[in-house]
């Protein structure tokens, strides 16, 4: 498993670190080099700040204050006075860019690029947009979710790769667009070689890097892409995008994985992959495995949904003459779509239709209205 440490992030992060340290750090410096001035007049070409500002970041008083002290400047002095860099790295209690709000606290570090790095990245092309505003340094990415359990569960992958992500408030519990901070961002960017019109809908690929690792992170990425723009229809998990090229991506990822699928275009311009029952089953048991080891992996109401189409299998149901019956006796007492009607006796979409169809020829029910995109049916005696 790849890991990434602290300074191989951008270089304009700023930390904290721990009074152990800090104390250390100062005592070799005085027994090295008597004075700070004379210290600071080797590093002042290396540490870009004034003698005042070095002054200050070497009272005890400043680091019981936690303020936050460009990375570089800990890292000259770690190095001036053979301190490991790992050691500091140990040390740091959190980090953020310079002037930035949001920071990272009780970092985990090294970073450890696990297959919820690259399903997070997978949430920013799927259902994120960059927001590359003047005001800040870095970019920073926003990620569209209405759902609040996977809005949620945004920041808890976040947090499971680099730490607690102190946000002022949690503004993300009643916006739909939870925040990557700058400088969590910045080592997306950094590690995949992106820029930010690499997350462009219509044009936004999966880096090749990605494409080549193993199953887990493959995994993590087809179903960060079922959570934002997938559904369920019957017996297929079906993911269409307006990227014809990005959803060629995620069919590779089937193939690899030996998920049987099929993939077809719409126009030159809408790509749509479709899960098939079997490789629906081979996914959803590589799923069961992958989320016990990551639970924030979830597929929340898709879960339940998916192992509802093989219950339908269960019984021999599809286009029996006898559900017609059923189906007329629901209607008689509700107004019902043919979702709901699916969901009580389980039963494909499909099958539903195929007895509704057959209702309707005989003059039996009729369509009522329409509710939220669906049709409402209706028994026909007197009631449409």
């Known amino acids: 498993m ?43 070409n290396k540490i870009n700040i004034s003698f005042n500002t070095f002054k200050n970041i070497l009272k005890e008083n400043y680091c019981n204050k936690n303020f936050f002290v460009p990375l570089r400047i800990w890292i000259s002095l770690c190095n ?91 503004y993300y519990l009643k916006s739909t667009r ?76 089937c193939k690899t994985l030996g998920y049987e699928f099929t993939f077809t275009t719409n126009d030159k311009e809408y790509g749509f992959l479709y899960i098939l029952r079997s490789g629906m089953k081979k996914f959803f048991n590589d799923y069961k495995i992958i989320v016990q080891k990551y639970p924030e992996m979830t597929l929340g109401k898709w879960d339940t949904k998916i192992d509802n189409t ?10 029996i003459e006898g559900n017609s019956d059923l189906i007329l006796e629901m209607l008689k007492k509700e107004d019902l779509i043919v979702n709901e009607i699916a969901r009580k006796i389980n039963m494909t979409r499909q099958g539903v239709r195929f007895h509704i169809h057959n209702l309707e020829k005989r003059n039996l029910i009729c369509k009522k209205s329409i509710v939220a995109r669906s049709i409402l049916y209706s028994y026909g005696g007197g009631r449409c």
């Open 310 to 319: 093989f219950k339908i299998y269960d019984r021999p149901i599809f286009k």
């Open 80 to 170: 001036l006075l053979e301190i490991s860099i790992y050691i500091l790295q140990e040390n740091i209690t959190s980090y953020k860019i310079s002037n930035g709000v949001n920071y990272i606290s009780n970092p985990i570090l090294p970073i450890k690029i696990t297959p919820v790095f690259d399903m997070i990245i997978a949430h920013n092309i799927g259902d994120g947009t960059v927001i590359d505003s003047k005001k800040e340094r870095l970019p920073y990415f926003g990620y569209r979710q209405f759902d609040p359990l996977f809005k949620e569960l945004y920041i808890i992958k976040l947090e499971s790769i680099f730490g607690k992500i102190n946000f002022p408030e949690k």
């Open 2 to 44: 790849e890991e990434i440490n602290i300074w191989e992030l951008d270089d304009i992060v700023s930390v904290k670190i721990k009074l152990e340290l800090f104390l250390l750090i100062k005592n070799k410096l005085f027994l090295k080099y008597k004075t700070k001035r004379n210290a600071y007049t080797i590093l002042k």
């Open 178 to 253: 939870p925040y990557c901070p700058p400088v969590l961002a910045s080592l997306f960017f950094k590690l995949y070689h992106l820029g930010t019109r690499d997350f462009l809908s219509k044009t936004a690929r999966l880096p090749e890097a990605i494409l080549k690792k193993d199953k887990e992170y493959l995994l993590a990425v087809l179903i960060a892409f079922i959570i934002d723009e997938g559904s369920i229809d019957s017996t297929d998990i079906v993911i269409g995008l307006k990227n014809i090229k990005l959803t060629e991506d995620l069919a590779n990822i």
